[in-house]
């Protein structure tokens, strides 16, 4: 069973940055594309960022495009996500997945127990 560990969560004023890292347990997290997700209080589970199994090719809602640019390390099993410009609106749990490229929920296998991004204004 895959397991994907996020970091890189905190809190941080309005305009700033972080970089979001999710490490995956085994090595088959080359094989597969990884998507990042994001839960606001009292809100569903949106799309932010995919990215597939090469690294060639990437998407991402229209919310965070141009703020945000998904990257990975297949030799280190590891995904990241760096946002920049961020906005009280970005605030969430941010979660990361394992499995085909899109940005539908379904589209992932395994997911990450997230963590916490906190944007002050």
């Known amino acids: 069973q895959v397991q994907l560990v996020e970091s890189g969560g905190g809190l941080v004023q309005a305009g700033g940055s972080l970089r979001l890292s999710c490490a995956a347990s085994?090595?088959?997290?080359?094989?597969?594309?990884m998507g990042w997700f994001r839960q606001a209080p009292g809100k569903d589970r949106e799309f932010v960022a995919t990215?597939?199994?090469?690294?060639?090719?990437?998407y991402y809602a229209d919310s965070v495009k141009g703020r945000f640019t998904i990257a990975r390390a297949n030799a280190k099993n590891t995904g990241y996500l760096q946002m920049n410009s961020l906005k009280p609106e970005d605030t969430a749990v941010y979660f990361c997945?394992?499995?085909?490229?899109?940005?539908?929920?379904?589209?992932?296998?395994?997911w990450g127990q997230g963590t916490q991004v906190t944007v002050s204004s």
């Open positions: 997945a394992m499995g085909s490229f899109g940005s539908m929920r379904d589209a992932y296998d395994y």
């Open positions: 990215i597939n199994w090469s690294g060639f090719s990437t």
């Open positions: 085994e090595r088959t997290f080359n094989d597969y594309a």
